[in-house]
């Protein structure tokens, strides 16, 4: 991508808007894809907490809500080239959850906190910083901070009143079906021989961020990534109602890195859009280096075991994913139909809110096909 990037401005400036074709777009195509994009709505239903309590992710009495919930708005999306908005759909600046999208979140605060001088190595063994009695020998004593960027952390344990065996088995291909054997038991393997998606493990993780920085998490996000980036202060990041430790004397909520039990990231849009541009960027906005060039090149390499996965950053290598966009891109994905596409090559940026799942990779062709130049 050699093309200059246009920054916006401060929210609530709006979004540098240019006609489709100044940025390389057939504007007949590329209205397809957002009629494509309108007409398939994900058939999860408007209301979140029906979703999660009637058993989507598991049953009782493991589906139990611990952090806020509400119901989800109308689909609705926007597709940036280099920065400056091309096309939109829907209501942008409406705030829903977001789900596991907050995970690619916790791996900007991890990298913040590198670039801290407070997690210098992803490589060094968790427990060395973190003495909560979460790291005990000798299975969780093993485990790295890249471990569980990774998701092959295996960590055992409790935590929120959620043992990590609801998520032992998961297969996101049949998550929500008769068919997922999420919850059965399995043997733990040697951490970092196993790759498997585990929400009570990314919150194991969240916590020990929280014990790094000795501050709430929302509050360093806000202070080192949302401000420098001029998004709103519309979003929230929310924690369980069971979440609060003690820091340094301090009562502090943990926030979870998704929606699963409810509480997690609400956002909209428009600021989602600043963060892919970020990450389009290397880590710099208009100037201003935000996250190390250093970590944004960890945070998307393929794992070992997992060449689709880098640091809690979905990747597309082999075209696997989504076998319309390019082998480059990157995606921070939530359930229920939430994406956030980063296409270095094309220079894309693109945020879908609320589409069917099933619908995303022929949206990404769609789009893709749009593209003249």
């Not at 049949?174 to 054997?181: A, K, M």
């Not at 369980?240 to 301090?250: C, L, P, Q």
Request: hydrophobic share 40%; with cysteine.
């Amino acid at each position: 991508m050699t093309a200059d990037i246009a920054f916006p401005l401060a929210h609530p400036a709006p979004w540098p808007s240019v006609a489709a074709a100044d940025q390389g777009f057939d504007a007949r195509r590329l209205d397809d894809a957002l009629s494509f994009a309108a007409a398939h709505e994900t058939p999860w239903s408007r209301d979140l907490a029906e979703v999660i309590s009637t058993s989507f992710f598991e049953p009782p009495p493991w589906n139990e809500i611990l952090g806020p919930v509400r119901p989800r708005g109308a689909p609705n999306g926007l597709v940036t080239r280099h920065g400056r908005l091309v096309a939109r759909w829907g209501d942008t600046r409406q705030v829903d959850l977001t789900f596991s999208i907050a995970k690619s979140y916790l791996a900007l605060l991890a990298g913040i906190a590198h670039d801290r001088g407070l997690l210098p190595d992803p490589r060094e063994r968790v427990g060395l910083r973190v003495a909560d009695g979460g790291f005990a020998p000798p299975h969780n004593s093993e485990i790295t901070w890249e471990h569980f960027l990774q998701q092959t952390s295996e960590w055992e344990g409790t935590l929120w009143d959620k043992p990590d065996l609801i998520d032992r088995n998961r297969d996101l291909t049949v998550e929500g079906t008769n068919r997922s054997r999420k919850g059965t038991h399995r043997d733990l393997q040697k951490p970092g021989a196993y790759w498997e998606y585990n929400d009570v493990r990314v919150n194991r993780l969240s916590l020990s961020l929280l014990r790094l920085f000795r501050q709430p998490l929302p509050e360093i996000f806000a202070e080192a990534i949302m401000r420098p980036i001029g998004a709103s202060a519309d979003w929230r990041w929310q924690g369980y109602r069971n979440s609060t430790v003690e820091i340094d004397g301090k009562p502090m909520v943990s926030v979870p890195g998704g929606t699963h039990w409810g509480g997690g990231v609400s956002i909209h849009a428009e600021d989602q859009a600043r963060l892919g541009l970020l990450m389009l960027n290397r880590g710099a906005w208009d100037g201003r280096r935000v996250v190390s060039s250093g970590w944004i090149e960890r945070a998307t390499t393929p794992a070992a075991i997992n060449p689709s996965y880098g640091y809690l950053w979905w990747l597309n290598t082999g075209r696997k994913r989504y076998p319309s966009a390019s082998p480059q891109s990157l995606f921070a994905s939530g359930a229920g139909g939430n994406c956030t596409w980063i296409d270095p090559q094309s220079g894309i940026v693109a945020v879908m809110r609320w589409m069917d799942p099933a619908a995303m990779n022929e949206f990404i062709g769609r789009v893709m096909a749009a593209l003249t130049s």
